[in-house]
């Protein structure tokens, strides 16, 4: 896979890192991120806490808008709760951008458990970055 300034970005996320969260793919504003359900993950409710779920997703996120180089945060994000994730379960948030436009960018980001046959959709998420500086090699 080659490296873009999304992996670099990530190679240094101890957040993301540390939950577990895997980069898989990262390309042309496109990426795909995933997790597994950990005890320390749920709730009063034993299903995944929505934090995470939110994590996931903002990572996918984040990896997506960065694929192009300039340094790019989020600027606002929200997120739908389709269904319930439980412990042990394996997440994967698909990030797509939809449109950039000036310094500006809009991605929904899916996330996903996987299922014996596919997935089933647990959330939708939508997130709009801003561009605010120049690429950032750190690796």
Do not use: K, W
């Amino acid at each position: 896979m080659a490296r873009n300034p999304a992996h670099v970005m990530f190679d240094t996320d101890e957040a993301s890192r540390a939950l577990g969260i895997e980069l898989v793919e990262a390309v042309d504003g496109r990426a795909v991120a995933t997790m597994r359900v950990t005890e320390s993950m749920v709730n009063g409710h034993a299903i995944a806490h929505g934090g995470y779920l939110f994590l996931l997703a903002d990572t996918a996120f984040a990896c997506a808008c960065n694929t192009h180089g300039p340094v790019t945060v989020a600027s606002g994000a929200e997120i739908s709760f389709v269904a319930s994730a439980r412990l042990g379960d394996e997440l994967v948030a698909t990030a797509t951008e939809r449109t950039r436009y000036g310094r500006n960018g809009i991605y929904d980001v899916t996330v996903s458990r996987v299922e014996t046959g596919g997935t089933s959709v647990i959330a939708e998420f939508r997130g709009r970055s801003r561009t605010i500086g120049e690429r950032q090699d750190r690796a």
